[in-house]
């Protein structure tokens, strides 16, 4: 369907595109499909709370960072809306390989959201609606629009369900609860009990948050202080202004105190056509450390009773990777102490959010816990912290491209898929919009494999496997981690976001330009001959073995304890350089060099499950008369609907003999021409 004109019929009553919800999915999901040319209706609750970062006010950490990295690599905004925001820029894992690398960044919560509302309402195609959404337009299995409180019916020819915590959403504070989907938010009721009727499995989530406190009750004598980089880098791909710039520490020239504490405007986001260097900064803050203790614990253990935890009045299970303190208590009781982060909402305010104290307990017991802690002696909460119970949707009845299996033309993301976190949201959100519009332009979907994107690794996750508690992404998780980095995702993705349009050609050719000037590099390195005379002095002061013998400069940049920053900085002193290469160049050099053998190694396996996934599982093999594969593995293939031998090899309780007599069925059979 294309663009309508408005005077065929009016704008409220027909879109190529409908997305529920206003988080961080809904908002990435409505700018793609806009972007792609699709008239896009995104419907909201509260058009206040757009991008609202109900719990953290942070973007990225391990593995996060990863995928925000390749929102931005596919020509999402997460990456540089977080960029114009950050508070505070940390890569996390320096100490590790560059696999593990992670960025994060705390963000300016009031401020995101507000460059979140002004990115959507000046994108083309885009319009947005303050309603509530009460269940889809169903016809023949096929979904076709929706139905709101004020403004009836509304038709569409793809519809995005991004609702997170708000169908039938509850929040819990001790032993009183409300429906809601945050706190004094009104939930949705109607809707997944819709879903499930027409055959979407639903099942039950909670999550939770900390409680938000008065900085100026506490002392902050008694924390222990985390300042961010020193030479904070981004989120979002721009032009490299500076060569030989070491994060390490080397020749660092530090920020002036009033460059630091003087604001920058109010950012705007980028066109997007942009080819706009790194916003600028708002000023830097630390973030702080403080640890419970055995009284706050005791606190805590004799007040379970009043927890809805466990008194079972919640019945979701939550996320295990970010436990509640009552859970912590509980389950780590062995423990003396659990530190808390205190961390920045926003520049100019005196709101912080106690990372690591998530809490249900009542306000009272709350408060009591919290002023055993040293610092926190008077602290004044201004918000207590709740948890939160929500419908979720079995993420196996979903196609890669997150359109369900079940009703034609609606696609499900964010955390009604089963996952938990902002970037997991933005970046379901993201391949939902796009795939949407593809559909809708008659085009095959954009599904990005576990070899490509982390956001392969997830969506494969989610699909394949389900999930029976809240997803978060870890490094982890991935098979091939050292060729997933958050350095090279632009490598990785820019030429997919280029070819579906959010990325325009200027971009592209920053990128391929980048990667031929590390090849440049690399060969000039291996071209460029030193002797121990010239560079033994120097080596001395790296903490590396003198040389006996003239060298490649290849062979010393090979060396663990030798940085290629820094030995770039004395090859110019050597005047051998004849042209500066930029610090994202040279870092870029530096992993193929020190990790050429590992990333080769990979590449073989990458290659070898290549093969299984070239071979499709065809539509006529009747798999239950198989007997060279286990019953078990057998029904699996019909629930999961796996697509090739790779899916059907990564799903749980499939072992290595069960592909095999797959593989020899299909050979068996096709040889027959059966």
Known sequence: MGKLSGKEQPIDCRFDIIVIGGGHAGCEAACASARMGCTTLLIT????????????????GIGKGQIVREIDALGGYTARITDATTLQFRMLNLSKGPAMHSPRAQCDKRLFSKVWIDTLENTPNLYIIQDTVLNILENGGECKGVKCLYRGEIMASRTILCGGTFLNGLIHIGLKHQPGGRIDEPGVENLSDQLEALGIKRLRFKTGTS???????????????????????????????SPYSCPSGENRTDKTTSEKSNPSPTPSLYSAQDATPAPPTLPQLSCYMAYTNRETHRVIQENLDRSPLYQHVIEGRGPRYCPSIEDKIHVFAGKESHPIFIEPENSSGYLYYLNGFSSSLPLEVQAEALRTIKGFEHVHIVRPGYAVEYDYFDPTMLLHSLESKVIKFLYLAGQVNGTTGYEEAAAQG????????????GKPPLTVDRQTAYIGVMIDDLVTKGVDEPYRMFTSRAEHRLHLRQDNADARLMELGYRIGLIPEERLTRMRTKYERIGELVKWLEQTSVNPLEMNGWICTQHSAPLTQQVKAYQIALRPEVKLCALMQQMEMLGKIQSAYEQEVIAGAEIQIKYGRYLEKEREEMQNESRLERIGIPSWLNVETLQSVSIEARQKIGRYQPRNLREFASIPGVKVSDVRGLLIAINRKTRRGE
């Open 211 to 241: 409680a938000r406190i008065d900085a100026r009750t506490l002392d902050f004598t008694q924390f222990t202080e985390q300042p961010g980089d020193a030479e904070p880098q981004h989120f979002g791909y721009y032009a490299e202004p």
């Open 45 to 60: 609750s509260d058009i206040t709370k757009i991008a609202h970062m109900s719990c953290n006010p942070s973007i990225g």
């Open 430 to 441: 993201l391949l939902a919009g796009i795939n949407a519009a593809l559909s809708l332009q």
